[in-house]
């Protein structure tokens, strides 16, 4: 949500603020940011919730390998 207060408080684009250089990456960043803005203006609008499934650990990096093939 920071980057998103940033663009906005700096008026820039969201891919501007991670510094983005693909175009098309750039696009797509910006696109879900615009996609969530939206929906966090809904009148009945909950907070975004952002899933952290990253391996913590070898162990978890060896079942996501497992898991994922």
Same mark, same amino acid.
């Given at each position: 949500?920071? #980057?998103?207060?940033?663009?906005?408080?700096?008026?820039?684009?969201?891919?501007?603020v #991670?510094?983005?250089? @693909? $175009?098309?990456?750039?696009?797509?960043?910006?696109?879900?940011?615009?996609? #969530?803005?939206?929906?966090?203006?809904?009148? $009945?609008?909950?907070?975004?919730?952002?899933? @952290?499934?990253?391996?913590? @650990?070898? $162990? $978890?990096? #060896?079942?996501?390998?497992?898991?994922?093939?």
């Amino acid at each position: 949500m920071t #980057i998103l207060a940033m663009a906005k408080q700096f008026n820039q684009r969201p891919s501007q603020v #991670i510094n983005l250089t @693909n $175009d098309y990456e750039a696009f797509c960043f910006d696109e879900a940011c615009v996609y #969530i803005m939206s929906e966090m203006n809904k009148e $009945d609008a909950q907070e975004p919730r952002f899933e @952290n499934d990253a391996p913590r @650990n070898n $162990d $978890d990096l #060896i079942e996501y390998f497992k898991s994922n093939n």
